[in-house]
């Protein structure tokens, strides 16, 4: 499957990601299944490596494509994007540390003396 990038004034890398978009979201590349490596995609957009990259950049960031290290690139199971795990972990953490500074507020309160309603006066 050959799709050169076309010289629209759009940049390659947009082009590339793109096409790759439409290709997941199409079937043609399912979940679970690798992407072409980057020399292949290089070869069928006519592009350079750098370009290419970044193409596959844009996708990770999206969160249609996960990157395993020594192993590929791989279309996200269950389109689910693979920042929903981490931002899930993120609020899992930030609401932890609220509840944390909740209870330290409720313990300094505790320890104040009670205020004296005639010393406002």
Do not use: H, W
Not at 2 to 27: F, N
């Amino acid at each position: 499957m050959s799709a050169m990038v076309k010289k629209t004034g759009r940049p390659g890398y947009l082009q590339i990601a793109d096409e790759l978009r439409e290709r997941i979201r199409g079937g043609l590349l399912a979940p679970g299944e690798p992407l072409p490596s980057t020399a292949q995609l290089a070869e069928q957009f006519d592009a350079s490596l750098s370009v290419v990259k970044m193409a596959v950049g844009i996708l990770r960031n999206e969160g249609l494509v996960v990157g395993q290290q020594g192993k590929g690139v791989f279309v996200c199971e269950d389109g689910q994007p693979a920042q929903d795990a981490d931002l899930r972990a993120e609020v899992t953490a930030l609401r932890s540390a609220v509840q944390n500074l909740t209870r330290r507020l409720e313990q300094i309160e505790a320890a104040l003396p009670a205020a004296d309603p005639k010393a406002s006066d």
